[in-house]
């Protein structure tokens, strides 16, 4: 009989062990259902937040491509208008020399006489 309860012994003491560890794995498997859940939770809030943010980045390109096309007629604009006072430049450079051509050199004293002259002649100095 020594030997049959022995046995039983051993049997009640693994039985006992194979309980205490299936309670442990039991709470580990607990903790690891609620750790899933929560990491359910933080890759629907990364989700939102990454539609959020595609959307975000949607209305940065069409500003950008609004902005970008509103610079480039302000830039044509700009350049038109540069190219047109260049132009104006131009046409007075070579007015300039015109009128500096055209004008007469004469010395200032036979300017002032040549005027006199041409007053005595108009009647108007005696």
Not at 20 to 48: G, H
Not at 61 to 78: C, F, N, T, W
């Amino acid at each position: 009989m020594e030997t049959g309860l022995i046995i039983d012994v051993v049997v009640i003491a693994l039985l006992g062990a194979t309980i205490f560890y299936a309670l442990r794995l039991e709470q580990k498997l607990a903790n690891m259902r609620s750790a899933q859940a929560a990491l359910a939770d933080v890759i629907r809030e990364l989700n939102t937040s990454a539609s959020r943010a595609e959307a975000g980045i949607q209305g940065l390109k069409a500003a950008a491509a609004s902005s970008g096309q509103a610079l480039d007629e302000k830039i044509k604009r700009a350049r038109s208008l540069a190219d047109e006072i260049e132009l104006l430049l131009q046409s007075g450079e070579r007015l300039g020399q015109r009128l500096e051509t055209a004008r007469p050199q004469v010395a200032p004293r036979a300017a002032v006489r040549s005027g006199g002259e041409a007053l005595r002649a108009l009647g108007g100095l005696r």
